[in-house]
């Protein structure tokens, strides 16, 4: 059974930072190519952050520079670095795990940016 579980998501002031994490079970993470989506109320999921097996990654245009994609294929964890948080970062941030014919989405983690 293949799982992908979201953590750390919360509550941030404007400004800070925050880490999320997504650990998969059940699939072998290294064959897979890993995103962050969110989606905030009223709105389109969007890509956040995506990286390859091979290590490759790229940026939605209202993210780059502030946040950081990483994984680790030992701890079938991928990770999202979010620095210089915003009030419209605001979502729910879901973990998605591709391959091909295989297509995995966690739970999702709520961030809330506010004062």
């Known amino acids: 059974q293949v799982q992908l579980v979201e953590s750390g998501g919360g509550l941030v002031q404007p400004g800070g930072s925050l880490r999320l994490s997504c650990a998969a079970s059940?699939?072998?993470?290294?064959?897979?190519?890993m995103r962050w989506y969110r989606q905030a109320p009223g709105k389109q999921r969007e890509l956040v952050a995506a990286?390859?097996?091979?290590?490759?990654?790229t940026y939605g245009d209202s993210v780059k520079g502030r946040f950081t994609i990483s994984r680790d294929n030992a701890a079938n964890t991928v990770y999202l670095q979010m620095n210089s948080l915003k009030p419209e970062d605001t979502a729910v941030y879901y973990c998605?795990?591709?391959?091909?014919?295989?297509?995995?989405w966690g739970q999702g983690t709520q961030v809330t940016v506010s004062s």
């Open positions: 990286i390859t097996r091979g290590g490759s990654t």
């Open positions: 059940g699939v072998i993470f290294s064959f897979y190519d």
């Open positions: 998605n795990a591709v391959a091909t014919l295989s297509n995995y």
